[in-house]
T-cell receptor
């Protein structure tokens, strides 16, 4: 699975968009980009995933660059409950393959 | 919404005890997983299962065993606990065959809230 690089921490004002970057320059053609978050003392929560097209769901948007070497998770209107560690993961989506969680980005939403 | 339920949030045991951690999912998922999460080490896969009565070793199976007698339930067993098994244990499940719009290969894993196990 490709290695990912994320900033260790970010702040965002409540109500503003939070843009979390992820670099995955060694991604291969069959690897998906997944985003999870983990709020303190809870299990990881799935947010969104994509292969090469931009994706949007009720939680967030995922923007993947054309060369697929980086992506950005966008939380359109951050709330205090979005304070969490956000993990970007790239993996070949095969049955049984584990998810390799790196150190992620600790996002703090400020009132 | 997918619901993965782990039987205990916090557990304290003594070394040498046998411990069962239970996990139940309500989405008829085929695959289930057990991970442990430790500071600085991320998530490490202990065991996973593709189907009832099937099990596969992950990266760190030593000291653990699993049981999957029913599709919705996946148990992690610590036969004789040691202090280095103090950790957060996370169960996950994936793959709903009824979701024809997505393939087997790209459905995400959904996690429970974890069991924080302390071995004294």
């Amino acid at each position: 699975d490709a290695k990912t690089t994320q900033p260790p921490s970010m702040d965002c004002a409540e109500g503003r968009a939070a843009n979390l970057p992820c670099n995955h320059s060694t991604i291969s053609g069959n690897e998906y980009v997944y985003w999870y978050r983990q709020i303190h003392s809870q299990g990881p929560q799935y947010i969104i995933h994509g292969l090469k097209n931009n994706e949007t769901n009720e939680m967030a948007s995922l923007i993947i660059t054309e060369d697929r070497k980086s992506s950005t998770l966008i939380l359109p209107h951050a709330t205090l409950r979005d304070t969490a560690v956000y993990y970007c993961i790239v993996r070949v989506a095969l049955t049984g393959n584990q998810f390799y969680f790196g150190t992620g980005t600790s996002l703090t939403v400020i009132p | 919404d997918v619901k993965v339920t782990q039987s205990s949030r916090y557990l304290v045991k003594r070394t040498g005890e046998k411990v069962f951690l239970e996990c139940v999912q309500d989405m008829d998922h085929e695959n289930m997983f057990w991970y442990r999460q430790d500071p600085g080490l991320g998530l490490r896969l202990i065991y996973f299962s593709y189907d009832v009565k099937m099990k596969e070793k992950g990266d760190i199976p030593e000291g653990y065993s699993v049981s999957r007698e029913k599709k919705e339930r996946f148990s992690l067993i610590l036969e004789s606990t040691s202090t280095n098994q103090t950790s957060m244990y996370l169960c996950a499940s994936s793959f709903d065959r009824r979701k024809k719009e997505t393939s087997l290969s790209n459905q995400p894993q959904h996690f429970g809230d974890g069991t924080r196990l302390s071995i004294l």
